[in-house]
Nanobody, 121 residues
């Protein structure tokens, strides 16, 4: 059974930083962070291959967000710097269910309940 629990969300001023954490009971080879704002589709913001630490970011967050992992703690992190109002969304941790990609929401089977990030201008 895979359980994912996110924490670290909150409200910050534009330009500020937050670090999200995801404790995964049932660690997977590929873990990811996704976000969804009202009226928008869920989008990937960072994914990581657990063994290698290799990461994938979309251009919208590249250079501002950093995903990392602590394998001993079965935890993945999302460090978010230089936050913008458009980063406001519910952020979800996810784990891939089987072999395949490590980027699109469809690649992931297990999802946390989300943690809200609100960025004020």
């Amino acid at each position: 059974q895979v359980q994912l629990v996110e924490s670290g969300g909150g409200s910050v001023q534009a330009g500020g930083s937050l670090r999200l954490s995801c404790v995964a009971s049932g660690y997977r080879y590929c873990m990811g962070w996704f976000r969804q704002a009202p009226g928008k589709e869920r989008e990937g913001v960072a994914t990581i291959y657990i063994n290698s630490g290799n990461t994938i970011y979309p251009d919208s967050v590249k250079g501002r967000f950093t995903v990392s992992r602590d394998n001993a703690k079965n935890t993945v992190y999302l460090q978010m710097n230089s936050l913008k109002a458009e980063d406001t969304a519910m952020y979800y941790c996810a784990a891939r269910g089987s072999g395949g990609g490590c980027h699109d929401p469809a690649d992931f089977r297990y999802w946390g309940q989300g943690t809200q990030v609100t960025v004020s201008s």
